[in-house]
């Protein structure tokens, strides 16, 4: 088999030097469990700290609750609903776990240093960030040829320029090993034909773009920086659209177009999340993960009955 030699001082030095940051990471997440729990090793977060933007409601209380079961004590953001912010903090504590909600309106540099500052605050460090905050959705939706400029760059200030921003906040408190994540939308990133979501999907492009260049730029100091495209989702934004468009939507998924025959759940984008924290995950990074239970591996061209399983 082929192998690498290191040559160089400088080579031995950088090997020596990710090797540890790997075994120290997967010190850092390795918990004693008890048998009686029969979880083992679930709590791989124990000790970890975790600051989730837009965490309040939907595919944001799905990722806490989820880090929080496997240990982390989470950082819940929300811009307005605080009951639903403190309602999410008390989920978080039923599974043993802690944490605290914060007020920041991630489209606004100040508030977003003010949210690192409080973080800084009451954990003193962190491990994981979660770029998850989506804004007025339904405020910017408009075609390419309509949208407004005020559209474009409410978009642009919620989605891209938040990530840009969040990220080198947060780096100088995210201990080496750390995980940096960024949810987005794989059709509304890689594909046009939902013209109304022009201005998020260009945004969530971007975002997704700037995951890999801030994977190099970590890496030396075993930060991985990954997206996580979540598929249509119920119990989401989704339910924020009229009745109408939401059974639209999400019995066209029920119908075959997502091969699970369902719609996906908080939890489930929970998961894909919590999957990139494992210290079994540090070798990933840099990449555009889709969970969507599926649905983009359909193919538009090709008549449902012949696709179904």
Same mark, same amino acid.
């Given at each position: 088999m082929p192998h690498c030699v290191y040559n160089s001082k400088k080579d031995r030095e950088t090997l020596l030097k990710n090797t540890q940051y790997m075994k120290q990471f997967s010190e850092n997440l390795s918990t004693d469990v008890s048998d009686e729990q029969g979880v083992k090793g679930n709590k791989y977060l124990q000790g970890k700290f975790v600051l989730v933007t837009g965490g309040s409601r939907?595919?944001?209380?799905?990722?806490?609750?989820?880090?929080?079961?496997?240990?982390?004590?989470?950082?819940?953001? %929300?811009?307005?609903? =605080?009951?639903?912010?403190?309602?999410? &903090?008390?989920?978080?504590? =039923?599974?043993?776990?802690?944490g605290f909600v914060i007020q920041a309106d991630v489209s606004k540099p100040k508030e977003l240093s003010r949210m690192a500052e409080q973080v800084q605050q009451e954990f003193g460090q962190l491990d994981i960030f979660v770029n998850n905050a989506l804004g007025n959705l339904l405020g910017f939706m408009s075609p390419p040829l309509q949208v407004t400029l005020e559209q474009w760059d409410e978009a642009f200030q919620v989605q891209s320029r938040a990530f840009f921003l969040g990220v080198r906040e947060v780096t100088s408190m995210i201990r080496?090993?750390?995980?940096?994540?960024?949810?987005?939308?794989?059709?509304?990133?890689?594909?046009?034909?939902?013209? $109304? %979501? *022009?201005?998020?999907?260009?945004?969530?492009?971007?975002?997704?773009?700037?995951?890999?260049? *801030?994977?190099?730029?970590?890496? $030396?100091?075993?930060?991985?920086? !990954?997206?996580? #495209?979540?598929?249509?989702?119920?119990?989401?934004?989704?339910?924020? &659209?009229?009745?109408?468009?939401?059974?639209?939507? &999400?019995?066209?998924?029920?119908?075959?177009? !997502?091969?699970?025959?369902?719609?996906?759940?908080?939890?489930?984008?929970?998961?894909?999340?919590?999957?990139? #924290?494992?210290?079994?995950?540090?070798?990933?990074?840099?990449?555009?993960?889709?969970?969507?239970?599926?649905?983009?591996?359909? !193919?538009? =061209?090709?008549?449902?009955? *012949?696709?179904?399983?």
């Open positions: 939907g595919i944001g209380r799905g990722i806490a609750l989820k880090l929080a079961e496997k240990g982390a004590t989470v950082a819940v953001n %929300y811009i307005k609903d =605080e009951t639903a912010a403190n309602q999410t &903090l008390t989920m978080i504590r =039923e599974l043993d776990a802690d080496d090993g750390g995980r940096i994540i960024a949810l987005s939308y794989w059709p509304g990133s890689h594909a046009g034909g939902f013209l $109304p %979501y *022009f201005a998020m999907g260009t945004n969530k492009a971007a975002l997704e773009a700037m995951c890999r260049y *801030f994977a190099v730029a970590l890496a $030396p100091r075993g930060i991985t920086v !990954n997206a996580v #495209c979540a598929g249509i989702t119920d119990d989401s934004i989704v339910n924020s &659209l009229p009745k109408e468009a939401q059974e639209a939507m &999400l019995s066209w998924l029920r119908q075959g177009w !997502n091969p699970m025959g369902r719609p996906g759940t908080p939890a489930d984008i929970g998961g894909a999340v919590a999957a990139l #924290c494992t210290p079994e995950a540090g070798w990933i990074t840099g990449q555009t993960i889709v969970a969507d239970g599926g649905a983009s591996l359909m !193919n538009p =061209e090709v008549p449902l009955d *012949f696709q179904r399983p």
